[in-house]
């Protein structure tokens, strides 16, 4: 069963997230798609938002297919099976990887106009729209982690069963309404998938900051 839109699987994930207990829970929206399904999760756990930035390293010819991922903070994951298959290296990715970490680290300037959420001590929930390859989930873990968060856990609408896996070994703990066996792409379990603009994501950061 697909979702109506972002905002109605933000909800439903929310929802379910009340389930647990969290101790001063704050959730971190992968931008920007992410953020609106982050704004019911914060609503529903009374928990403030903010985003972490992880952009997806694109291979030269299909720029849509994830061979990597990097972070504002310049940590770099690569995905070495998909390399391999493609016939690249590290190496050959060098450029394109320096300016993924430039564009992530503009895009968190763009968004972290404001002071951002303190995460130290308290449990992080990192929410996306949905996990296709999970290469950029598992590097906003790794960068999160870094700010020694009580616990950090994933939670999404949907996701694919490798990628699942992956965030797992990752992460504390995967939260996922759908893990349908048949997973092609994030956009086909949504009714309304539209792209979510700045403005959007500005003025839901600003709805959730505190």
Do not use: N
């Not at 207990?21 to 953020?35: D, E, I, M, N, S």
């Not at 914060?42 to 992880?54: F, G, M, R, S």
């Not at 086909?188 to 959730?208: G, I, K, N, S």
């Amino acid at each position: 069963m697909r979702f109506r839109d972002r905002v109605s699987a933000g909800r439903q994930l929310g929802m379910e997230l009340t389930k647990y207990g969290w101790t001063a829970p704050v959730v971190l929206a992968l931008p920007r798609g992410g953020v609106p399904v982050a704004a019911g999760v914060a609503a529903e756990l009374q928990a403030p938002l903010d985003v972490v930035v992880a952009r997806k390293i694109g291979a030269p010819a299909q720029p849509e297919l994830a061979v990597g991922a990097v972070t504002a903070d310049g940590a770099v994951f690569y995905d070495d099976r998909t390399l391999a298959a493609l016939g690249l290296s590290r190496r050959d990715l060098a450029r394109r990887t320096e300016a993924t970490i430039a564009e992530a680290r503009r895009k968190q300037e763009r968004y972290r106009s404001s002071a951002r959420v303190p995460v130290r001590g308290r449990d992080v929930l990192i929410v996306d729209d949905g996990l296709a390859t999970g290469l950029t989930a598992l590097a906003a873990v790794h960068a999160v982690l870094h700010q020694r968060p009580l616990s950090v856990s994933l939670a999404v609408p949907v996701g694919s069963s490798a990628a699942i896996r992956r965030l797992e070994a990752a992460a504390d703990a995967v939260y996922c309404l759908r893990r349908p066996p048949h997973f092609r792409a994030v956009g086909e379990w949504y009714h309304d998938f539209t792209q979510v603009t700045d403005d959007e994501v500005d003025e839901l950061l600003e709805a959730y900051s505190s």
